[in-house]
C-alpha cells in the first residue's frame, strides 16, 4: 500500500516533543522524511532516534526560531539534505500567561518572535522551494485563542489571532502556486506547555490540568489527535482546503 506522503520531505518546527514530536513521529510513519527543528536539539535528536528505530527517516536541526539567520541556515540545509520541501509545520510557540498590566515590552516581543514572526520567516524562505517543486502544504499551529479570548494571556491570545488570520492571507497569495495554508487550532492538550502555564500561574499542576478537561468531550486533548489532524492537513485527503482553521479541542469552543 502506498503511504500518504510517500517521497515528501516535511519540516516539524517545535518537533522535539508535545505536538510537535507526535506529529513528526506521525508524518514519518505515512511515508514522509521529516526535518525535526528545534531549539532543544538533544529532544529533537530522540525523537528522530524513534523515526529511525521503526523504519522511517528524519534528521534533526538545531533553531532559534526568534533569529532570522537561523531560519535561512536552516532551510538551506534541509534543502541540501533532502531537495526539496514539501510540507512545513510551523508548531513552534511559547506562552505568557501576563495581563497587559504585567507583561514587558520585551517579553511581549519574544511571544510576537516565536509564534508570528517565525512563521513569516519560514513562509518567506520555504515557499520559493515549494514554487519549484509546484506544491505545498503549509500548516500553522494557532489555538482556541487565536478564534475567541482567554484570561490572563493578552500576548499569546494577540499572536495566535495573527497565526489564523496569516494564514487566510499566506492562503490567498499562494493558492495560484497551488501551495494550501491552513491553521491548526488545538485546545488543552496534555503537553509541557500546560505544566508552564501551571507554573506561571503558580498553580498546582494537577489542579491546573484537572480544568483543562473542562470542555465537553471532558478531557484534555493528547498530542497524537493533534497530529492526525496535522496528517490530513499535510496528505492529498484536504486537497481542496486552504485558508481553513480547523479546531481540535474536544468541544471546548463550541
Ligand atoms: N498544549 C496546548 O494545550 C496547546 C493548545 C493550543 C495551542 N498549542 C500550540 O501548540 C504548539 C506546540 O506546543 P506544545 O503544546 O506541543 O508545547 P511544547 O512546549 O511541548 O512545544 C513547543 C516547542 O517549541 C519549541 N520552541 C520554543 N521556542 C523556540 C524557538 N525560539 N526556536 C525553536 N523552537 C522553539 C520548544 O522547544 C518546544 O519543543 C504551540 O504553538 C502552542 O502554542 C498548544
Request: net charge negative.
Amino acid at each position: 500500500m502506498t503511504r500518504s506522503l510517500e517521497n515528501r520531505v516535511a519540516i516539524v518546527t517545535g518537533g522535539s516533543g508535545g505536538i510537535g514530536g507526535a506529529t513528526a513521529k506521525l508524518l514519518a510513519q505515512n511515508g514522509a522524511t521529516v526535518a525535526v527543528a528545534d531549539i532543544d536539539f538533544s529532544g529533537s535528536e530522540k525523537v528522530v532516534k524513534e523515526i529511525i528505530a521503526s523504519g522511517g527517516q528524519a534528521k534533526a536541526y538545531k533553531v532559534d526560531l526568534a533569529n532570522e539567520e537561523d531560519i535561512k541556515k536552516l532551510v538551506l540545509g534541509i534543502v541540501e539534505d533532502f531537495e526539496h520541501i514539501d510540507i512545513l509545520f510551523n508548531n513552534a510557540g511559547i506562552i505568557k500567561r501576563t495581563t497587559c498590566l504585567d507583561i514587558s515590552a520585551q517579553e511581549w516581543d519574544m511571544v510576537f518572535d516565536v509564534n508570528v514572526r517565525a512563521i513569516f520567516l519560514m513562509c518567506k524562505y520555504v515557499i520559493p522551494h515549494m514554487r519549484k517543486v509546484g506544491a505545498g502544504s503549509i500548516i500553522n499551529t494557532g489555538s482556541g485563542w487565536g478564534l475567541k479570548g482567554g484570561g490572563r494571556a493578552l500576548s499569546y491570545c494577540a499572536s495566535k489571532g495573527a497565526v489564523v488570520n496569516m494564514t487566510r492571507a499566506l492562503a490567498i497569495d499562494h493558492g495560484p502556486d497551488n501551495i494550501r495554508v491552513n491553521s491548526v487550532n488545538p485546545g488543552d492538550t496534555n503537553t509541557q506547555m500546560l505544566v508552564n502555564e501551571a507554573n506561571q500561574l503558580q498553580q498546582e499542576v494537577q489542579t491546573f490540568l484537572a480544568e483543562s478537561a473542562d470542555r465537553p468531550l471532558k478531557r484534555m486533548g493528547e498530542p497524537i489527535e493533534i497530529a492526525q489532524a496535522v496528517l490530513f492537513l499535510a496528505s492529498d485527503d484536504s486537497s481542496f482546503m486552504t485558508g481553513s482553521a480547523l479546531v481540535v479541542d474536544g468541544g471546548g469552543i463550541a
